[in-house]
């Protein structure tokens, strides 16, 4: 018995079952439970060694000569492991027998010399049985220096096999386009006569012509190959016509291979298939060396780019997305005008992307600009975003309902499962993820797609779309990579050479176009030898022709046939023709003797003659060649050629967030214990003056905590600029606050702000734009007063900006934006008001302190900061100052009563306390109000109060006003704020 370790250059397939065992093994490593998972992997990947080995004692099989017959070393000691050193003559006589066998002499080192019989073919005695073949393993083990690395053959055995996936079938050749399998396919229903004009013949019939002859793998790998070559939705151009279910946009599965039915279409015979017959391409051995196959089929068109591929090998992956012929066809004929003519300057990239801006998808669809694509085409490595086609509709419902806004969903992206699509839009409403769908249902049917999603009432459609564009696969994006088979030169035409490599756009139509240069040449060398035989037999015929009474009688003098050809091919006879054209001649009949045939005769030679010249030039000249080329783009694209169905969109960037919001008005609640929520104004109707509102806020703590602060209105679109009463301002957009319930508390700062929570929130300003010609006024509880440019505060940072700086136990607490023509009016906790030009209020840095804004007697603090317009004219704008006490008592005082003073002065008397509740009442706020505002009244217990100002009287600044809102006993107002008039419903 003895071992041949056989390391031959062709991949070993029959050690793939091995690396399935052993990737099993650590399959099983890695998911099952700790306490089985190493005794079974390591007993899988033991069993998966011995399979392996066991048989390599037996025999050794040996490929030799072109058909890859079998042969095995023949061994007539089998119970014994003799050992011999003289291993050189060993090698030497096995190479005699197998050229292919190239094992180092250091491999052989359990061969005997002695014990070698010679090499035979193998025969069922030569196998051994499963007995002796232990018995042999054993024996084996048992001797010395028979260890075996794991590792190295591992490492082999797995490179051997990753070879073999990406070469023989998980990439694509650049030439044709196609894989292994999908080119068996086509040339098998090509053998097998399935042209276009042909009946349907049962796709199991196709898949077991393909697995007996050229595809020794599974079935369904086959007959999934097929399908896919005949669906619409997958690819552009159908190489094969199906007849029967072949699977649906819904990932419905084809019916089983017995049912359905298959044939050729015209594109695949007409640029794939019409030359094989004319020597294109190289013919090589099937797996068992009894069939022939193409190397690579003679393809007239790039279907790498027409219809796209992808796959996954060992350690790469490739995903080309589909293309438009039409666009492609002209690309291709830019490129060879620039070949033809020297004086044509190449064909730049971005004139290249001009003519192909993009992928087409069979699913039509729509991709956003053009960036995605450019990068793909440049780098062979880029994303395509894809946007689902849809339309508003208002659709009719049942009887004596009104008709729904609904959007209609008519094309989807390329691969986008519809039934999966359909299931996530039902998941995301039921978890109420996506608002504003009524009903979903799916209206498609054979001529197309159509999903109709109807709308709530109060639903925004552009709303929802941007919402289901960010949340589900109706926008997604095609992630492309560009690999491929490809020669390591152009002049390499050997398929052995081919090497995985990533290409660009440009290098894949000129990878096709010197392949298609070739092949016409290899196509116009047959076609001229073919061409010069013919006219070579007509020359014969004429010459016999034009003795035609001599050969008669020639032939008829000869006792057999041999014997009258010799006589024709005889030097110093009457015709001496060659071997071709006496059997051409010897083959005529009596009817074709007349002149008429030799009139027929000279005129094809004069045919013969014009097309062995155009062959010759086709051979010689280039540009000939690419005349050629251009002919057959042009044919191809008439026969073909289609409209784009992708449409390419301008880029409107991606979908954010506020894409999705509708830019509604809301009313933001902050309450000293640090909590915010966001609330819709609608949730507040307008109520009378006097009453006691609707609770705005959780009163389930009676503490301070739960206090309201600030109450303030603002679009959904707007930025919040928070600041924090240790003067350090925060960003927030107006959508990002947590909406909840009337009673709700709210949700804590620090978790939609990065705030600490001893940092407390103490005025919130909406701000539309950041404005350079606008600056935000700063007012302190102390009084220091300071003005900054707005946009000094856009790029607000995670850990916030720093505002203003202040002094001991001093609080940031107003913030406002203003102009250069506005007027400041502050005013204290008991009732003194002053007010200044915004203008004599000099701009000062982001950081500074500021000024004093008015002087403050004993015990007052400020109450309140506000905006108002300059003076001059004040009255006639319809403009008040509303003061509001916090035990509930308010009035309207018009703003010209106020006169603009100088900064820093005491002020003037703004409100008057009622003598009941003069020890405890105090100023809460001062609003600028107009007659059609209406205003929200908030308590620190969260009770509000929607009211019209005109409601409220207007009275002198000395009067005590009226009741504009009962309180509890125990609870005070804190806040007013005034939504804007074209804001309330």
């Not at 052993?22 to 390591?42: C, D, H, Q, V």
């Not at 001893?758 to 300003?765: E, F, N, P, Y």
């Not at 203003?818 to 840095?845: H, Q, V, Y």
């Amino acid at each position: 018995m003895a071992i041949a370790a056989n390391r031959d250059p062709l991949p070993s397939f029959e050690k793939i079952p091995v690396i399935h065992s052993l990737s099993f093994g650590i399959f099983l490593a890695a998911t099952m439970k700790t306490e089985y998972r190493f005794s079974l992997s390591l007993a899988i990947c033991i069993i998966a060694l011995c399979n392996y080995y066991t048989p390599a004692i037996a025999f050794r099989q040996i490929p030799i000569g072109p058909k890859a017959q079998t042969v095995h070393l023949k061994i007539q000691n089998k119970h014994s492991l003799p050992f011999s050193n003289n291993v050189q003559d060993t090698n030497q006589r096995i190479r005699k027998w197998n050229p292919l066998w190239s094992t180092p002499d250091e491999d052989l080192e359990f061969i005997n010399e002695d014990n070698i019989d010679g090499i035979s073919y193998a025969t069922k005695e030569d196998f051994e049985s499963e007995a002796d073949i232990a018995q042999a393993a054993n024996q084996m083990a048992a001797a010395p220096n028979t260890s075996i690395e794991l590792q190295t053959e591992v490492e082999n055995s797995f490179l051997q096999y990753a070879l073999s996936i990406i070469l023989g079938r998980a990439l694509p050749d650049a030439r044709d386009g196609l894989k292994p399998v999908h080119r068996r396919i086509l040339y098998a229903m090509h053998q097998l006569n399935l042209s276009p004009n042909s009946s349907h013949r049962k796709c199991a019939r196709v898949v077991g012509e393909v697995l007996g002859k050229y595809h020794p793998h599974g079935d369904m790998a086959v007959y999934d190959a097929l399908v896919r070559m005949a669906q619409e939705f997958t690819t552009n151009y159908r190489l094969i016509d199906g007849h029967g279910n072949f699977g649906s946009v819904d990932a419905d599965p084809a019916a089983a291979m017995r049912y359905t039915e298959c044939r050729l279409t015209q594109l695949a015979t007409r640029a794939l298939l019409s030359d094989l017959s004319e020597n294109t391409v190289d013919m090589l051995a099937n797996f068992d060396g009894n069939e022939m196959e193409p190397a690579v089929l003679p393809a007239k068109l790039p279907l790498l780019l027409l219809n796209g591929s992808s796959g996954i090998a060992v350690g790469m992956a490739t995903n080309i997305p589909p293309h438009n012929l039409r666009e492609i066809m002209n690309a291709c004929k830019a490129i060879v005008a620039s070949r033809v003519d020297p004086e044509n300057k190449a064909i730049s990239d971005d004139q290249l992307y001009t003519i192909v801006p993009g992928p087409d998808f069979p699913t039509a669809a729509s991709i956003m600009g053009t960036d995605g694509s450019k990068k793909l085409y440049s780098t062979g490595n880029g994303g395509v975003v894809m946007r689902a086609v849809t339309q508003i509709e208002k659709v009719a419902r049942s009887s004596g309902q009104s008709s729904r806004t609904a959007i209609i969903v008519t094309e989807l992206p390329y691969q986008v499962n519809k039934a999966a699509l359909l299931e996530k839009i039902a998941a995301l409403v039921n978890d109420k993820k996506l608002d504003g769908i009524a009903d979903l249902r799916d209206e498609s049917d054979r001529d197309g797609i159509r999903v109709v999603l109807e709308l709530k009432r109060d639903a925004v459609a552009a709303i929802v779309l941007n919402n289901l564009y960010k949340k589900t696969p109706l926008q997604t994006s095609f992630s492309g990579n560009f690999l491929a088979l490809m020669s390591p030169s152009d002049d390499d035409e050997d398929s052995e050479s081919l090497t995985p490599q990533r290409f660009t756009l440009r290098e894949a139509l000129d990878c096709f176009l010197n392949f298609r240069f070739k092949t016409i040449r290899r196509k116009s060398a047959n076609q001229l030898q073919k061409v010069e035989k013919r006219a070579h037999i007509v020359d014969g015929l004429i010459i016999a022709l034009n003795k035609v009474d001599q050969v008669i009688e020639l032939i008829r003098a000869a006792p057999d046939q041999a014997s009258a050809k010799e006589a024709l091919m005889d030097e110093n006879g009457i015709v001496n023709l060659s071997s071709e054209q006496a059997d051409s001649v010897l083959r005529l009949q009596l009817g074709q003797l007349t002149r008429l045939n030799q009139g027929k005769l000279e005129s094809e030679k004069e045919e013969l003659l014009v097309q062995q010249k155009e062959l010759t030039r086709l051979l010689e000249v280039d540009d000939a060649v690419y005349e050629v080329m251009v002919e057959e783009f042009d044919e191809m694209d008439e026969k073909f050629g289609v409209e784009r169905k992708t449409r390419i969109l301008k880029e409107d960037g991606e979908v954010n967030d506020i894409d999705m919001i509708k830019n509604s008005r809301s009313v933001i609640v902050v309450t000293r214990g640090g909590y915010i929520k966001r609330m819709p104004l609608q949730t507040f109707e307008s109520q009378g003056r006097g009453t006691r509102g609707k609770r705005g806020t959780s009163s389930s703590d009676s503490s301070s905590n739960d206090e309201v602060s600030q109450v303030i209105t603002c679009n959904d679109h707007d930025t919040l600029l928070m600041i924090t009463q240790n003067g350090v301002a925060y960003g927030l957009p107006a959508y990002q606050v947590p909406v909840a319930g009337r009673t709700a508390k709210g949700t804590a700062i620090p978790s939609v702000l990065p705030v600490s929570s001893d940092q407390v929130v103490t005025a919130v300003l909406p701000v539309t734009e950041f404005s350079k010609d606008e600056y935000i006024v700063l007012a302190t509880e102390q009084g220091w007063i300071k003005k900054t440019s707005l946009d000094a505060f856009a790029k607000t940072t995670s850990r916030g900006l720093t505002i203003a700086s202040l002094s001991e136990g001093d609080r940031l607490l107003w913030c406002h934006p203003c102009k250069d023509g506005d007027d400041i009016l502050i005013g204290s906790t008991r009732g003194m008001a002053t007010r200044f030009e915004a203008a004599n209020l000099r701009p000062t840095g982001r950081t500074s302190r500021g000024v004093l804004s008015m002087k403050l007697r004993e015990g007052d603090t400020i109450a309140d900061m506000n905006v108002l317009g300059g003076a001059t004219g004040s009255s006639d704008k319809g403009e008040y100052v509303l003061c509001v006490t916090s035990q509930g008592y308010g009035k309207r005082v018009l703003t010209n009563e106020f006169r603009a003073t100088a900064r820093g002065r005491v002020g003037v008397i703004a409100i008057k306390f009622k003598p009941s509740v003069k020890d405890i009442d105090k100023v809460s706020c001062f609003c600028i109000v107009r007659e059609d505002d209406e205003i929200l009244v908030n308590t620190a217990k969260g009770v509000m109060v929607r009211q019209q100002v005109s409601k409220i009287p207007s009275q002198s600044r000395s009067a005590t006003g009226v009741v504009v809102q009962k309180v509890d006993e125990g609870d005070h107002i804190t806040s007013v704020s005034v939504p804007k008039g074209e804001e309330i419903e």
